[in-house]
């Protein structure tokens, strides 16, 4: 009984240790991490860090590098200590909201602006680690600072205490532009020397001076990078590679009459009088060249200037080998143009450039200032002139006109007669074709008929031979079978003996009644009851040959 309780007390006691064990684990040491936050674990024992390291290891006294995400842990509340910590969340932004636009007041060289949610990049600070080179302020994973390495959009468990994120958007390249990707990190390329040409006097290029620049970066190197980003999204770190926008595409470029006179496009014709002129240059940026130009330029407005610079100069230099008059003919002034767009466009290739066209418009031609003053410019009287040669050329072509016509309404009768003409030929053949025919059909008529007529004769000729020897045939075939009957009797008679003999035979070949009473009542008495004359005239016939051999058995002939 003693045993028996002992037993229980124990068995009871463990249960008790057990259930205080479980309730101090579940409470004390549970440790319960929400969906939104990360788990930093503090170590409470082991060996002290060395000196400047503020990150412990597995063994070591202190805050742990790894972290632990949402869910239920259990840990000795004597040897950890913990903390929580918000997750890192890199946002993919909201397409719903994304949006695109130039501002009014942009220029041809601006690119549209972006509003909305868009994805974003997280930038590490690395806290620990060894220290940073000298003068690098982008580091390599280990090293303490900026990594080079940046978070696209997720969630992530940092640590506080071994990063800092710092949250930019995204590099986004708009449609109809391209991103030139300037790469902060590396060795400096090389220069090279490049040659740019202008157009002289005689329009024929000029070299200038070389120009020293440098040359693009590639893999590795710092510097305009050759390959540019097309529109899209993309995960770049800005400290290590810097993206300039620009837009890609054909422009216009006007060089109009302002009030700042040194901007006109002025110059002398070979004859001596004034051309002002406007030009408007359609240019283009494409994204090959892209990388090319601003590396050469750094900025897209000193484009503008060159070819302003450049259009000024070879519209003087070969507008000066023309006459005045050439400026206000078509013929000339479209040679003009394109004399200057192929060497605008030949200029502006060297710089990779790219020119669509020159277009000359509102050309003006001054003379002298008294006759500008009197408006008797060479444009006007040009113009006069055109327009008497115009009228007289008018008049001759309206006399030209008249002529033309009245030979219109001189062939118009010729040809009305001849038309009714050729409608009386006309009739007069078709009148000779239907006699023709209607003679040619009586004619045709005539020896069918003939034809019908002889053939129904010979039909007839032949019925009647056809009846003849059918006739014929029929009684040939009456007689023969006559004959063959009569053949036939005479030789059953000759078979017979005689013709009473044959009578006989016929008549007892068809004789068959199905009774026969006889009756004897004496000589010369012989009844029947046969039903049938023919029976009885049989029976006639029996009894005459019965007699007749009786005659003959008694009277033998005679020899």
Request: hydrophobic letters at 40%.
């Amino acid at each position: 009984m003693r045993l028996t309780r002992l037993i229980k007390m124990i068995i009871g006691g463990v249960m008790l240790f057990v259930a205080l064990v479980v309730g101090f684990v579940w409470t004390v040491c549970r440790v319960y991490v929400p969906a939104n936050k990360c788990l930093v674990l503090i170590h409470k024992t082991g060996t002290a860090l060395p000196s400047g390291e503020k990150i412990a290891g597995p063994d070591q006294k202190g805050i742990q590098r790894d972290t632990r995400g949402p869910g239920r842990y259990f840990f000795n509340p004597w040897a950890w200590d913990w903390e929580l910590h918000d997750l890192v969340m890199v946002s993919a932004g909201d397409p719903a909201s994304w949006k695109e636009y130039y501002a009014e007041s942009a220029s041809d060289t601006a690119f549209p602006k972006i509003e909305g949610k868009w994805p974003e990049i997280g930038i590490l600070v690395n806290k620990t680690g060894k220290p940073a080179p000298a003068g690098t302020e982008v580091v390599d994973e280990g090293f303490q600072g900026i990594q080079k390495q940046v978070l696209t959009p997720g969630t992530y468990r940092i640590n506080p205490y071994v990063f800092d994120v710092k949250k930019e958007l995204a590099t986004t390249v708009p449609l109809g532009c391209c991103g030139v990707v300037t790469s902060q990190l590396g060795d400096m390329p090389g220069v090279e020397t490049v040659e740019e040409s202008s157009v002289g006097p005689d329009g024929q290029p000029v070299k200038g001076h070389p120009k020293v620049i440098q040359k693009l970066a590639e893999a590795g190197q710092r510097g305009v990078t050759r390959d540019v980003l097309q529109p899209g999204i993309y995960y770049l770190n800005p400290y290590v590679y810097k993206v300039q926008i620009v837009q890609v595409g054909y422009n216009q470029l006007a060089q109009v009459k302002t009030k700042d006179l040194s901007t006109h496009i002025t110059f002398p014709s070979k004859d001596g009088f004034t051309i002002d002129i406007e030009v408007i240059v359609v240019w283009g940026r494409h994204p090959s060249h892209i990388a090319e130009m601003l590396n050469r330029f750094g900025d897209m407005g000193k484009i503008k200037q060159i070819i302003l610079g450049q259009m000024r100069s070879i519209c003087r230099n070969l507008g000066s080998d023309y006459q005045s008059t050439d400026f206000i003919r078509g013929e000339k002034r479209e040679l003009y143009q394109q004399a200057v767009t192929e060497t605008l466009r030949r200029v502006c290739r060297e710089r990779d450039i790219e020119i669509l066209i020159a277009l000359i418009h509102n050309i003006e031609v001054h003379g002298s200032p008294e006759a500008d003053k009197e408006g008797m410019d060479l444009k006007s009287t040009i113009q006069r002139g055109f327009i008497a040669i115009e009228q007289d050329l008018t008049k001759q072509a309206q006399r030209e006109t008249a002529k033309v016509k009245a030979d219109l309404e001189t062939s118009k009768m010729a040809v009305e007669i001849a038309r009714e003409q050729v409608a009386a030929d006309t009739r007069k053949k078709v009148a000779e074709i239907k006699a023709e025919g209607e003679k040619k059909s009586q004619e045709t008529g005539a020896q069918r008929d003939l034809e019908v007529a002889t053939l129904e004769k010979q039909i007839a000729e032949l019925d009647a031979e056809m009846t003849r020897l059918l006739g014929r045939a029929k009684a040939d075939v009456e007689q023969l079978k006559n004959q063959a009957e009569a053949d036939g009797k005479r030789m059953m008679i000759a078979a017979f003996g005689s013709g009473s003999a044959y009578n006989l035979y016929k008549f007892a070949e068809g004789f068959a009644p199905d009774s026969i009473r006889l009756i004897f009542a004496g000589p010369g008495t012989f009844w029947t009851d046969l039903s049938h004359v023919q029976d009885a005239a049989g029976l006639k016939l029996l009894d005459s040959a019965q007699g007749t051999e009786k005659s003959a058995s008694q009277n033998p002939p005679r020899r």
